[in-house]
């Protein structure tokens, strides 16, 4: 089964957004847990609008399934992650006033910079993995750079799908079959929810974890957290 990973960053959103501790981040991450999440992930920015630095120290001692910390690697993030060595560093190349992420690496052009950052986690015990579209010479690209995983952008496969075209699944599809041929583990994440996971999972091969916080955040509100933290969970089986 795929491993279902909550992004919790709409959770510190909505705190942030009245001041105070309500909602409790510290609580949903507990809470996600029990309904039966297999990984929590967070996605620091460096203006901290919503998980701030010290939400990522204070779920150290709260997660217990897979803590996957997600983030551009400049020297503060680095300096995080390396502080509390979470299960996964997901090295996302999201620009600092980027409202979310919005492209892959390219793995070719950057492949000097993400090979020293990936050699020092991996140096450190932390798995590492690549945001990549799914595009056959980025995923090349990611393996020679000698991370374990690479993460899907799935924002395009998500647009096709809401718009009727199931045949925008067909890059992911090809690029999964790759990742899979040259030994890399395979996430995904943006933009997937209820109405397209079961979708994306029947046609990924080898896919070994989603990342999904906005749509499952927002579906929470009408049918209920741990509801919806099942429904996934039945869809991925």
Do not use: C
């Not at 309904?35 to 630095?53: K, L, Q, S, V, W």
């Not at 551009?72 to 509390?84: A, G, M, R």
């Not at 090349?140 to 718009?163: C, D, S, V």
């Amino acid at each position: 089964m795929t491993k279902l990973s909550v992004n919790i960053n709409k959770i510190a959103t909505l705190r942030n957004a009245r001041g105070g501790n309500v909602p409790d981040l510290l609580k949903v991450a507990t809470d996600i847990q029990k309904f039966g999440a297999e990984g929590i992930t967070i996605h620091p920015r460096p203006d901290e609008r919503h998980i701030r630095y010290q939400d990522a120290r204070d779920l150290k001692s709260i997660v217990y399934t897979e803590y996957n910390i997600e983030g551009n690697p400049e020297k503060t993030f680095i300096n995080l992650v390396l502080e509390i060595k979470p299960t996964q560093v997901t090295l996302v190349p999201d620009a600092i006033d980027a409202i979310t992420s919005n492209a892959g690496w390219d793995t070719i052009k950057h492949a000097a910079y993400l090979t020293e950052i990936v050699q020092e986690f991996q140096r450190n015990g932390i798995r590492t993995s690549i945001f990549v579209d799914p595009v056959l010479e980025m995923i090349e690209g990611a393996k020679k750079i000698g991370t374990e995983r690479i993460e899907l952008y799935t924002e395009a496969f998500a647009h096709q799908y809401g718009l009727g075209n199931p045949d925008g699944i067909k890059p992911y599809t090809e690029s999964a079959i790759l990742a899979n041929e040259l030994g890399l583990g395979i996430n995904a994440g943006h933009d997937l929810s209820l109405d397209n996971i079961q979708f994306f999972k029947q046609n990924i091969p080898g896919l070994l974890e989603v990342s999904i916080g906005h749509a499952l955040i927002s579906e929470a509100i009408y049918l209920g957290l741990d509801n919806v933290v099942n429904m996934y969970l039945q869809k991925l089986k």
